[in-house]
Structure formats: C-alpha cells, structure tokens
C-alpha cells in the first residue's frame, strides 16, 4: 500500500497529462496534495490549506481521475478517496513534509516581504496592453540591480501594477536565496516613518533607515501619494540614493508616468527616468476575456462562454472591476441557489453596467474601495465581526461615504449590513476625533480619498 506514497509524483503527473490540467491550475491544486496515510483501500490526501472551500473544489474535480489513476499505476483494483485538512489531522501526525513545505521558509521570506501569493508571473497574463510592462518585469527578476534600475511603472487603477510588482518579488524569492526582498505601499513607507518619528528617539530612525538601506530589491507601490509630503519625501529620497548606489533594484509603480507628475521635484524625476519606464494600459477584449478564463480556472468554476463575453465585453476600465463583476455574478448564483445564465449575470450586474459607464461614486464603491486596501471583504465590513482588523475600515467607510457623497446615516447603516444610523453617527465621531490627533490614520483617509476619487 506504500506504493501510492511511492508513487505519488508520478500520479500526480500522470492525472496532469491524462487529464489536460494546465500548469497553474496543478500547481494551485494538485502540487500541494499529500497522502496522509493509506489504509486497506482507502487513500487518505491531505490538502494543505484553512479553506476548507479549496478541500471541495478539489473533491469535485480531482477524485475521479486520483481514484482512477492511482488504481492503474499501483495495481489496486479498487479504492476509496477521502480529503481531509489539517485540522482535522492532529498537529504531531502531520506528515513532515507537509509541515515543512505549507510554511517552508520561501513561504515566511514571502510573508516577510509582504506579498500575496496568488500574485505571481504565471497568474499574470500578458497582453497586447502589458506586454512590454511583464517583459521588464521579468528581466528585472532575472537579474536585479543590474541593468534596469530603477523599473517604474505606471498605469492607470486596477490595471495590474501590484500585480506584477509581486511577481518580480516572488520570483527573485525563488532564485535568490539570499536577497532581501521588501514590497510596501507609500502610504505603509510614510505610515512607519510617521511612527518613527513620533517615537522621537535616534535609535528608532536608525532602526527605520537601517531596514529600508539594508535591503536588495525594494517595491515601492502607489509613489504618487508621497507627493507633497514633504520629511517622507526626503527619507524616500535618501533610501533611493542609497539603495541605487549600492546596485541594489528599485521599483516603483504610479498612476503616471515621471514627466506628467507635476508637482513631482526635479530630483526625482531624473532618478526616476534613470532605469526603464513600462506602462500598462487597458486590456482589450481578448485580454480580457483571457484574465476571465484564468480565474474560472483558478477558483475551480466552469461557466458559459456566452457569459464570460458578456461581462468582458461591458467591463473595459479596470481588471479589478472586471474581478469584481465576475465574483459578482458567481455570488448571486449561490445566494440565489441558480445556475449561471446570461439572464442571472445581466440582473446581477445592472448597477455595474449602466449604459453610459459613467463612473459614479456610491456607498457600495466607496465600502469596496475600503474593503481593498485594508485586505478585507466587504461581507467582512456588513458582518458582525467585531476585531479591531475590521471595526477600523468599517468605520473609515462610514466616515469617508458621510464626508465625500453626504450620505444619510440611515443609507450607510443600510449598505453596511443594516447597521442602526446611531451605530454609524458612533463610527463616524471615533474617526472624526482620531483624526485630530492621529497622522497615520489622516494618511490613510487622504490615499483613500485619492484612491475613491483620482480627480476630486
Ligand atoms: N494581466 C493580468 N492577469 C491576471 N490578473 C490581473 C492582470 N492584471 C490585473 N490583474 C488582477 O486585477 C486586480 C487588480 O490589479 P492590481 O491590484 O495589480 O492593480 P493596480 O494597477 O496595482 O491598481 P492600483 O493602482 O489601484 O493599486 C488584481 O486582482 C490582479 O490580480
């Protein structure tokens, strides 16, 4: 019976092939799968994941060819498959590979920098629109420091940046045993400089400079929002210097490129044309329909062409919005217990398809907006959860649809998840008294603002 142990590798493979599984969806689903112990003919796989929703995806497209494949390569005429998840499993029993590999150490040096681990080169599909921004971005990962220095990119909201930023980063993580790698946003970089300098103490900005100056690749994402600010703009400038003359990479992204950022200083203007410039530009229809295929397969759906087509068609701006109609649409169809049809996706989609595409500013955007940039949900926001990770942006989204579109209390208590208009007056008062004294919290509503209305 070890012999599926001892084999595997090669099952894994052979399903692969035999079933036509394309590489990221092996490497997302398959790879990860262990055999937690074989007894008489039941294979026990491990799915080494929190999601106990992962265990059900992979349950419904991968028992069948396991259960045949196992059975061809080691001879057992028959055999059962059970799933499990760590939980389940008592921590000491946990077979030692698993332990090593769900949080190996490539895993913390990514934690480290900071970066999402679904954002990598193979989940970023090129098109016409980034074709040259992902060919910079690789070359840059394939030798850091040493032609393009700095990489800046540019483009316009939800169009991939951060994306391909963490690409560059995972990727020089798994060639580069050694480097240190730091992705932050600018408003984190002039959040930690804040608090440093509130604690006032020498040993705490030599502590700030020797993080930012003793690094190899830095990420710096949203540059835009250090503008203006003017002790983070002479830190960024200093650690720029720095970093660059010690050969080590630069990257940085912004909403524009160097020469139309107006009140950007000349200095870094000139440093910042110093390596190569790529932008990245709307996707078109191919792409689009592309980067939808891609996440049908990632998130182990299968749906209708004609549906596919139609959110890409009507989603052209921004590939996070285009995201969001596509979990739109799968949401409903759960919530409504019915099949994804043209007809589901349409009546699912009607306040994000207008028909002039006018962007215009609601509760509902501003909330996701918020949900975003504090790496929450926005169910997170309406729900009841009441840590301190979700209370905050819940009560940053009251303030902010209450100061920027004037919206009653009652309607924000209504798109929050019903909440009393006493609950929301409560939340907008704690950030308006905040905001008096605390910097970083004024930071980050003024790169929110920006983030929610670019123009305003
Ligand atoms: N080419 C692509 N292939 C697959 N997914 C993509 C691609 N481009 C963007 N995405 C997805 O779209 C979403 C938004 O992308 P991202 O956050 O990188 O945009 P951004 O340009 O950094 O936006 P912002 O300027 O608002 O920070 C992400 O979920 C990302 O994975």
Request: proline share 4%; net charge negative; with cysteine.
């Amino acid at each position: 019976m070890d012999k599926v142990i001892e084999k595997w590798d090669e099952i894994l493979q052979i399903v692969k092939v035999e079933y036509d599984v394309a590489n990221v969806a092996f490497n997302t689903w398959l790879k990860p799968l262990k055999v937690y112990e074989v007894r008489d003919n039941v294979v026990t796989i491990l799915v080494p994941s929190e999601q106990s929703v992962l265990l059900d995806i992979v349950n419904k497209k991968y028992r069948l060819p396991l259960q045949v494949t196992i059975c061809e390569v080691t001879g057992m005429e028959s055999c059962e498959i059970q799933f499990i998840l760590p939980e389940n499993v008592p921590k000491k029993e946990i077979p030692s590979y698993n332990m090593s590999e769900s949080k190996s150490l490539r895993d913390q040096r990514c934690e480290e920098a900071h970066l999402n681990p679904k954002y990598t080169f193979d989940s970023f599909i090129v098109g016409s629109n980034n074709k040259f921004a992902q060919a910079a971005a690789l070359a840059v990962a394939e030798s850091p420091g040493d032609t393009y220095n700095p990489l800046f990119i540019y483009g316009g909201a939800g169009l991939g940046k951060t994306h391909l930023m963490h690409s560059i980063a995972h990727y020089i993580i798994d060639n580069n045993e050694n480097s240190k790698v730091l992705y932050v946003t600018s408003e984190e970089f002039t959040n930690e400089l804040i608090e440093t300098i509130r604690n006032g103490n020498n040993s705490a900005m030599s502590k700030f400079r020797e993080k930012y100056r003793n690094i190899d690749v830095l990420l710096v994402d949203d540059i835009q929002f250090i503008i203006g600010k003017e002790s983070t703009q002479e830190e960024f400038f200093h650690t720029f210097n720095s970093l660059h003359s010690a050969k080590k990479q630069i990257i940085i992204s912004s909403d524009k490129p160097p020469k139309d950022m107006e009140i950007l200083e000349e200095r870094f203007r000139s440093r910042f044309e110093w390596g190569l410039i790529a932008d990245i530009t709307l996707p078109d229809y191919e792409t689009r329909m592309a980067i939808l295929h891609k996440k049908e397969e990632l998130d182990g759906y299968n749906i209708s062409e004609e549906v596919i087509k139609y959110i890409a068609t009507n989603i052209k701006s921004n590939i996070r919005e285009l995201e969001g109609a596509f979990n739109k649409v799968m949401a409903s169809s759960k919530l409504e217990k019915k099949e994804v049809t043209l007809e589901l996706a349409e009546k699912a989609l009607k306040d994000i398809i207008s028909p002039d595409q006018q962007k215009e500013i609601t509760p509902e955007y501003i909330i996701s907006v918020v949900a975003e940039h504090y790496h929450v949900t926005t169910a997170d926001l309406c729900g009841n959860k009441r840590s301190s990770k979700i209370v905050m942006p819940r009560q940053i989204a009251m303030y902010l649809c209450r100061d920027i579109i004037d919206t009653s209390l009652k309607t924000i208590g209504k798109n929050l998840g019903n909440r009393d208009h006493t609950t929301v007056m409560h939340g907008i008062e704690k950030i308006e008294k905040e905001l008096q004294t605390n910097d970083n919290l004024k930071n980050s509503i003024d790169t929110l603002r920006k983030k929610i209305n670019p123009q305003g």
